[in-house]
């Protein structure tokens, strides 16, 4: 089963400027299975137009028992990364998104040492990292490839 984290980060009054448009297209397109939604700013209205979804309030509150990958631009000090063109997926993984330009490791202090799981970079040309929606795409169509070779 193919997961993906993605973590939601306001735009303005009740999330609507946050566009999950593309997100719906972007999963449908590489059959992911499930979409978690870290809602973390708690906006109650929040509901994004997805096939299969679940909107928690934390990280803490996702229950996934196959490998979690989180692909970021800033690494932790007492993580190793892999460049995401070196990294093997595997059939059952949840690859988790920060926030927008930020990722999970600047939206969320203490992020390197209560969070397990394998973590990926995504090489740029300059010293931003990426969308989230970005990162995704790249991520997903690198393993769509590996897979169908």
């Not at 397109?29 to 309030?57: G, K, W």
């Not at 996934?64 to 460049?83: C, H, L, Y």
Request: proline content about 5%; hydrophobic content about 40%; glycine content about 4%.
């Amino acid at each position: 089963m193919l997961a993906i984290c993605v973590y939601f980060e306001r735009r303005s009054g009740c999330g609507r400027d946050y566009d999950f448009e593309k997100w719906r297209h972007l999963t449908r397109s590489f059959a992911v299975d499930h979409v978690y939604v870290i809602n973390h700013v708690q906006i109650p209205c929040f509901q994004p137009d997805l096939d299969s979804f679940t909107l928690v309030d934390s990280f803490e509150e996702i229950n996934w028992s196959g490998r979690t990958v989180f692909v970021e631009k800033d690494i932790p000090p007492n993580r190793t990364a892999v460049p995401y063109f070196e990294f093997d997926h595997l059939d059952d993984e949840m690859l988790c998104f920060g926030a927008n330009a930020k990722g999970m490791v600047q939206a969320r202090p203490k992020v390197d040492t209560e969070l397990d799981g394998d973590w990926i970079t995504i090489p740029t040309a300059s010293k931003y990292g990426l969308w989230d929606i970005q990162a995704a795409t790249i991520i997903l169509a690198d393993r769509y490839h590996r897979d169908n070779l």
